[in-house]
Every structure is written in C-alpha cells, then in structure tokens.
C-alpha cells in the first residue's frame, strides 16, 4: 500500500488556519453563552452555570497556568473525576499550547509515577479527595515541580504530605479575567492518555489538536448530535478523554452534565439525574448500563428516554440488555468500538443502513445491533490473517483488525521498539473480526482471549453474549483454559442474579443452536464477582492465571 503524498493545484482555502481545542470552546461560549453545564457538588449535590461562566473561568484557568510557569510542551497532569473543574482544564491546559496528562486514577502507584515522569509531568492538579492517591504516587514521580489542590474550602484546612502545593482556587482568583490565546500548531499534543499497562508499563499515546477536532466532528455526526441534546459524561474524563464526547458536545454546544463521583454499584444518581436534565446523549460501558437498568426496573413508572442515545463501549453490550433499554425506557443503546490509541472511535453501530431497512427482520435487525457497526468517516479498517495477508468482508473470514486514519496513533510515545503494533501505517488492534458484505464489523474476540480448541477458535465473546441471555445470569466471562489434549477449552465464570442457583446443563440449553456441542463449555464456575480492570474491562488474565490448573488433572 502506498504512502507517497502525490502535491496537486495549490488552493485559496485557508488551509494556514489551525484546528484547534481553543476554537471549539470559544465557538461555544460565543455563540450559545446561556448554554447549561450542569455539575455534581462535593456534598452530593447539583449546581449549573453557563458556557460563559465556564468559559470565563477557563480563562483564568489558563493564566493561572502560566504564572506556575507552565507554557508550550509542558506537560500538566490531571487527577479528579467527572467534575466543574476537570471540565474547565480540558480547555485551560491545551490552550497554552501545554499537553493535557489524562491520569487513571484507579492505576497503581507505581503505574502512575511511571505515567508522570514517561510524560514529562511537571505541574499535576489534584482534587482533595484524591490526595491520598497523589501522595502515593508523588516520590514515583520526581520530576513533578508543583502539585495543585482543587477544592472549595481554604488551603488552611487542607492536609497534605505533597511538597510545593498550591491552591487553585486562590490561583484563580488571582490571575486575569481575559487572554490572549496563542495560536496553537494543529499537530501539537493537546493530551496524552496511558494504556492501563496489561502488558507490562502503560504506553503512552500523545493525542494533536487536529486529531480530536476532527474526531468530534465525525462523533457528532454519527450520532446526531445537535445544540439542543442534553450529554451526560458518565465514562471518566481521565481515560480516553471519555470517549471525545466533551470536546464532541462542546462543538455542538449541547448541554452538558457532569456527574462527579459515583459508583458503579450504585448508579440510582446517574438515571436520576438523567430523568431530570432529559439527558439525550450519554456514554458508558455495560458495567454501568445493567446496574442503571436493573434499578429503571424497580421504578414505579418507566422513564421516557426515547431521545436517548447510550453510546456503550469497553466490551459488547449483551442483546437482553440493548433489548431492556428500548423495550423498557425507549433508549437507543448504540454499539460503539474503540481504545485509547484510536481517541477512541473507529465503528458505531447506529441506525440500520437505509438499505436494510424493511428487508431485515425483526430479530435480524437486532442481532445486527450486536456488531461493533459501521467505520465512522475518516477510518480505514483492514482484516488480515496472520501473515498480514487481506481477507475478504464476506461476514465469514476472521482475522485481525487493522485501522488507520487522522486520530489513529502511528507510534507510542519515547518508545523505541513497538512491539509490533503497527502494520504499513495501520495500528494492530490485537482483536480478531470480521466484516460483513454490508461492511459491519463483528469483533469475534480478543486475539489473547480467543478460545483455541482442538484446532478451532470459539468467541469468547459470543459466547458470552449469549449466555447473559440467561434470566438468572448477572455476569458473566468465558475464558480458555489449558487443556491436555484439546489445547484449550472454554470455562465459564458466572455471577448470578441474587445468588441465584444454576446449572451448566442450564448454561448449555442457552447456547444450543448457537455454537457446536464440541463447543460448549464442560466447567461452569459460579462466583461472586469478577475481576476488572483499572477501565472496567473484564480482567481475563487475571482469571486465566487463576484457572489455570483447572484442567491439569484431565
């Protein structure tokens, strides 16, 4: 495949303009100032102001910055959650021409020192409840020269072991109202995201302000965003800067609602606060989504979401669950797929191509829902064979997915061998699909989580999926085991709802039709929870090391 950039006719454009974070939220606060962003107080509570307020206090963000010392390629590190302040950062800190360090705060100390001195990090700002994690991680990272509190009481009552802390708030009160943005590169670092690491130190992937000003045009795009949707960012603002919807709602100028802290076990304040701000847009992994289900299900009267479109990632929702959503709420829940080295939106599954509508049925249509989708504008997807060999996109041929284009990483940050991550340009995804003759893609599995048996390969994920079908199922993994003569074979670990008792009998009437009888499972563990990831994803190689003997005696 070629990559020569073939120069033709010079055009008028002003191709001299630089796409920019800074042009979107001053676009936003110019245009649509009494815009809301709603916000979760420390107390628990709920507060709004404006996207002039915010953009005022954006500002003085910004110049608070730069009398820390902090200018172009510094690198400013940030811990907090969903919040006001997080918020008004994102446009702060890459407006001084200053990378934006997104940091996993669910990390281990050690990953995050290393994260913070990889980078560069020389100034981190903090949120008091957070502190306790800055301290641990602070003598890991020598390299940080200041470290700012964020909170609403004075420095007086703050406790901290941090060396060199200052106050926020106090720094913005003291620095200018107005600024003179500069003109920032377009191929510049706005931020920078850390992989969480599964394979030994997290990489880091550096993110241009053209990659993420293009990625929320296409994400609004495909989903429809408008000035009058109302988008909840519930997926944390510290990883994968929660999937580009900030910076996609700010160019639509949408209301926005920013939940703070909550928990995943406890998710009544997320579909309260949606029912009550008539949020229209929010993202989420299904980890959050079943729990906020399961609690719209004890409601007295079912709330109408039917504007609701639930961008759901991280793994692939279960079909009962997509189904609940519409069937319950009127909800739209729409399958999305990407990483951290993709901004992250490569496929969404949206509405039906107008071609399939009205030749597909009922349960044809939903089943569809269960693929990754469509490649949104811009993305070039491959799927090639171990040999790097192209496969055909005839829903059958399996191999891994390979993607390219303008919010596609093409190398990890000060990282001098890649590991093989990259093919001809395109990034290796590690995950095994297909694509089908009307061009959705199916991720299959993940190429270290695929079952091997006997030669052939069983979906974890399909399998999964299928299961959960299970009325009794709550959670559930599929894994491959070790196996003495059929290479591996597929254990199930369920969770089930209330404790409730269940069979592998049972477990296998589910997937009858569905897989091979070679294919079913021969162990069904039951336990009380599974283990995930610092990003909720699903912790298979936690659980393979567990598991791993299981078979030994076979």
Known sequence: MTTEIVKGLPSTHGDSYQLNTTSLIRHAARTYPEQEIVFRTPDGGWD??????????????????????????????????????????????????????????????????????????????????????????????????????????PMSSINTKLPNTHHFEDLMAAADSEIDWPTVDETSTYSACY??????????????????????????????????DCVMLITP???????????????????????????????????????????????????????MMDYIKTLAVAPDLSRARLLSGATEPALSLMRDFREIAGADVIHAYGATETTPIVTVNGPVKPSLRGVLSTEEAWDLKRCQGLPVSGIDIRIVDAAGKDLPHDGASQGEILVRGPWITERYHKLADD????????????????????????????????????????????????????????????IGVDHPKWQERPVVLVVTVDGAELTLEEINSVLAGKFAKWQLPDTVLFVDALPRTSVGKLDKKAMRAEHADIYKEA
């Open 419 to 478: 590991g093989g991550h990259f093919l001809d340009g395109y990034w290796r995804t590690g995950d095994v699909g297909r694509i089908d003759k009307n061009g959705y893609l199916k991720l299959t599995d993940r190429i270290k989580d695929v079952v091997k048996s006997g030669g052939e390969w069983i979906s974890s994920i399909d399998m999964e999926n299928a299961i959960m079908g299970h009325p009794k199922v709550q959670e559930v993994a599929v």
């Open 237 to 291: 603002m510290f990883h994968g800067q929660s999937w580009g919807l900030p910076q996609a709602a700010v160019y639509v100028a949408a209301k926005i609602v920013l939940p703070g802290r909550y928990l995943a076990e406890d998710t009544k304040v997320l579909v309260d606060e949606i029912i009550a701000e008539q949020v229209t847009v929010a993202n989420g992994a299904p980890a959050i989504f079943q729990p």
């Open 48 to 153: 709004r102001y404006s996207y002039a307020d915010a953009y005022s206090r954006i500002k003085r963000a910004a110049n608070a910055l730069a009398r820390l010392g902090v200018g172009p390629a510094d690198v400013v590190g940030i811990l907090d959650w969903n919040s006001k302040r997080h918020f008004e950062l994102y446009w702060a800190i890459p407006g001084l021409a200053a990378a934006m360090l997104q940091m996993n705060l669910r990390l281990s100390p050690e990953d995050l020192g290393h994260v913070a001195t990889h980078s560069g990090a020389s100034v981190v700002l903090v949120d008091e409840s957070l502190l306790p994690i800055a301290e641990a991680l602070a003598p890991h990272a020598p390299g940080v020269r200041a470290w700012v509190v964020m909170t609403d009481k």
């Open 195 to 228: 992989t969480t690491g599964t394979t030994g130190r997290p990489k880091g992937v550096f993110y241009s302000h053209r990659g993420i000003y293009l990625h929320s045009i296409s994400l609004a795009a495909t989903i429809s965003m408008r000035s009058d």
